[in-house]
């Protein structure tokens, strides 16, 4: 059965960094694109970002410049280092895998962005 497990989520001050990591329990993971998703309280579940097979990427414009989604195919995990957070980056954040018909989701982890 497929599993993503996201972690490193929790508070942090304007500012500062987080890293969030999701580990994927998928036997293909390499063929996997691979995705960031967060949802606020009383918003619609939004992209924030997404990497291919291949290496590219693509990044909500809010936080580009901010956020790096990288990935290591030899550890089936998806990482999101998020740097200079502001008060609208709180949200839950969703790792996603998608491959043809084929996607998944991982429980999500809390980010808060708050003094």
């Known amino acids: 059965q497929v599993q993503l497990v996201e972690s490193g989520g929790g508070l942090v001050q304007p500012g500062g960094s987080l890293r969030l990591s999701c580990a994927a329990s998928?036997?293909?993971?390499?063929?996997?694109?691979m995705g960031w998703y967060r949802q606020a309280p009383g918003k619609q579940r939004e992209l924030v970002t997404n990497?291919?097979?291949?290496?590219?990427?693509n990044y909500a414009d809010s936080v580009k410049g901010r956020f790096t989604i990288s990935r290591d195919n030899a550890k089936n995990t998806v990482y999101l280092q998020m740097n200079s957070l502001k008060p609208e980056d709180t949200a839950v954040y969703y790792c996603?895998?998608?491959?043809?018909?084929?996607?998944?989701w991982g429980q999500g982890t809390q980010v808060t962005v708050s003094s």
């Open positions: 990497i291919t097979s291949g290496g590219s990427t």
């Open positions: 998928i036997s293909s993971f390499r063929l996997y694109a």
């Open positions: 996603n895998a998608a491959w043809r018909f084929l996607t998944y």
